[in-house]
Each structure stands twice: as C-alpha cells, then as structure tokens.
T-cell receptor, first 117, second 114 residues
Framework: SQQGEEDPQALSIQEGENATMNCSYK?????LQWYRQNSGRGLVHLIL?????REKHSGRLRVTLDTSKKSSSLLITASRAADTASYFC?????????????????FGKGTKLSVIP | ETGVTQTPRHLVMGMTNKKSLKCEQH?????MYWYKQSAKKPLELMFV???????ENNSVPSRFSPECPNSSHLFLHLHTLQPEDSALYLC?????????????FGQGTRLTVV
C-alpha cells in the first residue's frame, strides 16, 4: 500500500525562487528519504533524515521531519533550471517475514518541479 | 553512475516473447529490488531480495519471474506479457542493517510490450 504522499503533484517556479515540497506518510518509520528523478531515468538519492532528527541540510536542500504529524518537507533554495525533475519521498517499512523482517522502501507519486529560466 | 547497471536500456517485445532484464551492482550491498514505474502511478515495489533470498513478492503476476544467483546480480525474466506491463523497470540496491539505507538505482529499462 502507498505510504508516502507528496504534494503538490506539480510545481512551477521561476529560477532563483525557493521550492517547497511536502510529504505525508501513514505509519511509523525508521527514516525518510528524498529522491530526485530526471525524466525517464533512475532515481538519485538526495538526503536521508532519521526518525529522531527534525531538520537536515545538504547544500541548497533543507529537509524537515515532524513525526507527530507524520510529515516531511523538502525545500530547495535559489532554484536553478537544472533542478527541474520529479522529487519523491520514500519511507521504510519493516515487513514481517518468517525468520527475519525485511524492509521495504515505499515511494509516493512524486512532485514534478519545473524551474523556468 | 550510481554503481547499479541495468541492461538493456530499452526493450520492445511481443506478447509471446520471452526476455530477461539484468541488473548488476558492485557496491557490496546485501539487498536488491525490482520496481515498476508506470505513468501517473507511484513507484511499485515488485520484488525484494535480502542476502539472495527473496523476501517480498508484492502480488506480482507470475509472468514476471525474478532470479538472484548471487548478491551482485538480479534478473527479471519476462514471458507472455501484456501491453499494460509496458513501463520503466528500475533495479535498486541498498545495505540493509537496521532499517533502510540509501538506495542506489540503475537507469532503468524502458519496456514496451506490443
């Protein structure tokens, strides 16, 4: 079942503006991750935030996590045309399995970001 | 390059064909995954292998058959597919200890079933 849900589904901004994307999830998590995907290509990991962390930075990226609200946000500051891509949040679920649990990384539908030069 | 290589990049096959997708990682990861990405749908997890053992099969039709001969290689065997199986198939690997680490994805195989 779908765990992460991003919003908005699509976002169009001017170069230089900030872009904020949100993600909500349903169950307890170990960590939450954000990925980026250029059209028709594989996903690239951006940042991982653990359930005991509230905020994390990486370059122009800032991620927040609110476990009480089961939500996260990704902020891209001073956006560039090259930031145009789809952005996905992913959460890990421990799935019971005979002998040992296994983790599933479950993705939302993503936010399609367009940065206009 | 993410360290995960998928071949072929593009594949067109008829509904009666048999083909295989290949994924290879030399990152030393202990888990590998197949995902399906269709237009306007979330990324769907198909299969999970932990230490070469299949631990998840998310109700995937039997016309998709995974194989993991060792921790570095993962295959997806395809036979008698349907046009709705056309999608981008992504392989990923990660190091799973307590919880999921960063997943590394291949570039995907764009599959078209005609």
């Amino acid at each position: 079942s779908q765990q992460g849900e991003e919003d908005p589904q699509a976002l169009s901004i001017q170069e230089g503006e900030n872009a904020t994307m949100n993600c909500s999830y349903k169950t307890s998590i170990n960590n939450l991750q954000w990925y980026r995907q250029n059209s028709g290509r594989g996903l690239v990991h951006l940042i991982l935030i653990r359930s005991n962390e509230r905020e994390k930075h990486s370059g122009r990226l800032r991620v927040t996590l609110d476990t009480s609200k089961k939500s996260s946000s990704l902020l891209i500051t001073a956006s560039r045309a090259a930031d145009t891509a789809s952005y996905f949040c992913a959460t890990d679920l421990l799935v019971p399995h005979p002998g040992a649990g296994s983790y599933q990384l479950t993705f939302g539908k993503g936010t399609k970001l367009s940065v206009i030069p | 390059e993410t360290g995960v290589t998928q071949t072929p990049r593009h594949l067109v096959m008829g509904m009666t064909n048999k083909k295989s997708l290949k994924c290879e990682q030399h990152l030393g990861h202990n888990a590998m995954y197949w995902y399906k990405q269709s237009a306007k749908k979330p990324l769907e997890l198909m299969f999970v292998y932990n230490f070469k053992e299949q631990t998840e099969n998310n109700s995937v039709p039997s016309r998709f058959s995974p194989e993991c001969p060792n921790s570095s290689h993962l295959f997806l065997h395809l036979h008698t597919l349907q046009p709705e199986d056309s999608a981008l198939y992504l392989c990923a690997s990660s190091q799973v200890t307590r919880g999921y680490g960063e997943a590394f994805f291949g570039q995907g195989t764009r599959l078209t079933v005609v």
